[in-house]
Nanobody
Framework: DVQLQASGGGLVQAGGSLRLSCLAT????????IGWFRQAPGKEREGVSW????????YYADSVKGRFTVSRDNAKNTVYLQMNSLKPEDTAVYHC?????????????????????WGQGTQVTVSS
């Protein structure tokens, strides 16, 4: 059974940190890249960060660049999103999603329905 589970959200004060985890089961995790997305009330879903199937290459949205770091541990079938210097505008439900076969340069432009798997979200709330 395919599962992709995001966890690690919570309530944190502005300037604080959280680490989100995306745990995959039921598919060949190390063959898939992972994207992180978020959606805040009243706003459209936006891409936050992407990491390739092998560690190293990563993209970040301008709004989080320099504050967030994505990494993966394929031995644990887990991708992490370390979020530092959090701001109230980071408040959202965060989802992870897996993709296969896309050219790295095109990953940021994939349509949402082109991702192979989506996980349930985890709530991040940053107080001012």
């Amino acid at each position: 059974d395919v599962q992709l589970q995001a966890s690690g959200g919570g309530l944190v004060q502005a300037g604080g940190s959280l680490r989100l985890s995306c745990l995959a089961t039921g598919f060949s995790f190390d063959d898939y890249g992972i994207g992180w997305f978020r959606q805040a009330p009243g706003k459209e879903r936006e891409g936050v960060s992407w990491i390739a199937s092998s560690d190293g290459p990563a993209y970040y949205a301008d709004s989080v660049k320099g504050r967030f770091t994505v990494s993966r541990d394929n031995a644990k079938n887990t991708v992490y999103l370390q979020m530092n210097s959090l701001k109230p505008e980071d408040t959202a439900v965060y989802h992870c999603a897996a993709y296969y076969g896309a050219a790295w340069s095109q990953v940021r432009y994939l349509k949402y329905d082109e991702y192979n798997y989506w996980g349930q979200g985890t709530q991040v709330t940053v107080s001012s």
